[in-house]
Nanobody
Framework: EVQLVESGGGSVQAGGSLRLSCTASGFTFDDSDMGWYRQAPGVECELVST??????SYGDSVKGRFTISQDNAKNTMYLQMDSLKPEDTAVYYCAASRAQVIAGTRIPLSRRRRCERTSYLEVWGQGTLVTVSS
């Protein structure tokens, strides 16, 4: 079964750090575009960070504070979150675009209004809650 499982969410005070993990099963990262999204209540889904053969990218709201990485040997992706702010409170989702492997063409992860899978070419985790208190 192809799936992603997130872990590492929790509660932290402002200024603190958390590290999220996302472990894949049933496929490998090598030919996938990977990324993290988040969604807070009443707010549109935000593409937080992506990592691919082109390198890493970050949303403006997390640039300089969050770091994305992956360990291909462990088939695990990470999101190191430092200097956390209350506005970082959200459910965080990891996602993969497997378009290159499945369809033979690369389709990067894209912005969307709701944090959910919109194509059979994608794999999404179940989400992990991060709460930052002031």
């Amino acid at each position: 079964e192809v799936q992603l499982v997130e872990s590492g969410g929790g509660s932290v005070q402002a200024g603190g750090s958390l590290r999220l993990s996302c472990t894949a099963s049933g496929f490998t990262f090598d030919d996938s575009d990977m990324g993290w999204y988040r969604q807070a209540p009443g707010v549109e889904c935000e593409l937080v960070s992506t990592i691919s053969s082109d390198g890493a990218s970050y949303g403006d709201s997390v640039k300089g504070r969050f770091t994305i990485s992956q360990d291909n040997a462990k088939n695990t992706m990470y999101l190191q979150m430092d200097s956390l702010k209350p506005e970082d409170t959200a459910v965080y989702y990891c996602a993969a675009s497997r378009a290159q492997v499945i369809a033979g063409t690369r389709i990067p992860l894209s912005r969307r209004r709701r944090c959910e899978r919109t194509s059979y070419l994608e794999v999404w985790g179940q989400g992990t809650l991060v709460t930052v208190s002031s």
